[in-house]
């Protein structure tokens, strides 16, 4: 049972009326009214017990949009239900409304819509739903919390999907009209022709010059039904924030770009999230399915607060992966996780794989090495020259062992890493 505001503004009109009129027969009499309403509006309210509750809606949606989720409020009961109806869910789903009046005559059913603007990856639940129902005077109600289960997994936002029109344009040109004369592993034969000035002179067909009587040289195009796997760091450095974005989920927006744009240049793109144990995976999928299958292998991924095995991670990917292909592994550019635990590996990876690591950069970095304002913002200033310094120095050493670096801020990791495939292409090497 609950109470409502106009049972307490009664309770008080009951205890100033004896000192206005003191006398017990009149506090009795007026406490006696009051108790015989609050037992009949009991009573007369809608029995909350009687409702059915069913779910229907929206089972997924994009970080940011809008999702729709109804409640249908079936009254089995012989009386009418009418109230207030609280859906609850996590703060993180930001549903709303929060309240909403419910009546439902018996043997009806009621619709009631929630719409919900996620501000975090993952599953979404609902919590519970609490319906009062009020008597006709409106002093008392029955309350009830019933359980309502329904989830909607939030997806990867995907931002950078913006910039795939215009890879896919330079994917093109380079694999269309313009074709490769860079020989070099990667690379598929593709027509023969004459021999003009600047060629490649290993290009040269010997058998074909032979029979010809001219000079000819065999045109090359990039490979295709190469091998791209994607590898996400969800370690401890995954879970630092540039900006209001977590690193993991600049390196997702990242992965799923280069994933679509390697599987229209008709590669095989697998995914593999990885900390010290597998997280996620994602194999075998076809060139439609693979993003929604990257997508949904995100969406409950969280950073997690330990130190990433960087000896696993190589071990899973050297048994998982015979043939040499592109690895790309998005982490941070950590020079104690890098040098302990993948510097000394990085031989064993690059000898069977063209390696590229993808590392998000803070700009705020840049803007404090910039300031000088004050004698605080000079201390910054140093701190953060000697952090990149120490950024440009694991670039290099990192380069020194044949792997690709991609370093960039949050806004621009996704088209770099994008560029950065493009340009293997371009040159032979994938």
Known sequence: MALTGRLGLLALLGAILPIVLPSWWTLAALWGVLLAALAVDLTLAGNVRALRLHREGDTSVRLGETARVSLIVENT??????????????????????????????????????????????????????????????LAARQ??????????????????????????????LTGQHVALIRGQGTEFDSLREYVDGDDVRSIDWRATARRRDVVVRTWRP??????????????????????????????????????????????????????????????ASRTDLLPAMVRAMAPLEPELIESDAAGMVSTLMSRVRQRCLVVLLTELNSAA???????????????????????????????????????????????????????????????????????????IAPALADAYLALKAAGRL
């Open 77 to 138: 009961g012989r009386r009418r239900v009418k109230g207030r109806l609280r859906d609850v869910w996590p703060p993180s789903a930001a549903a709303g409304p929060r309240v909403v009046k419910l009546d439902v005559p018996a043997g009806e059913r009621r619709r009631v819509e929630t719409t919900l603007v996620p501000t975090r990856r993952g599953d979404r639940q609902a919590v519970t739903v609490t319906i009062r129902s009020s008597g006709p005077l409106g």
């Open 144 to 173: 009830l919390s019933r359980r309502a289960p329904w989830t909607v997994r939030v997806l990867p936002a995907f931002p950078s999907r913006r910039h795939l029109p215009g890879k896919l344009a330079k994917l093109r040109e």
């Open 223 to 284: 490979e295709r039904d190469r091998r791209i796997y994607l590898v996400l760091d969800t370690g401890r450095t995954s879970a630092g924030r540039v900006g209001d974005i977590p690193r993991l989920d600049c390196s997702m927006d990242a992965a799923l770009l280069l994933g679509a744009l390697a599987s229209r240049a008709g590669d095989r793109v697998d995914l593999l999230a990885y900390d010290r144990r597998v997280r996620a995976r994602v194999e075998g």
């Open 338 to 412: 890098i040098e302990e635990g993948l510097l000394p590996l990085l031989p064993q990876l690059t000898a069977r794989h063209l390696v590229m690591i993808a590392a998000v950069a803070d700009p705020r970095v840049g803007e404090m090495a910039a300031a000088r304002g004050d004698l605080a913002a000079v201390y910054d200033a140093a701190a953060a020259e000697r952090a990149r310094a120490e950024r440009r120095r694991l670039t290099a050493e990192l380069r020194g062992y044949g792997v690709e670096v991609v370093d960039a801020p949050p806004a621009d």
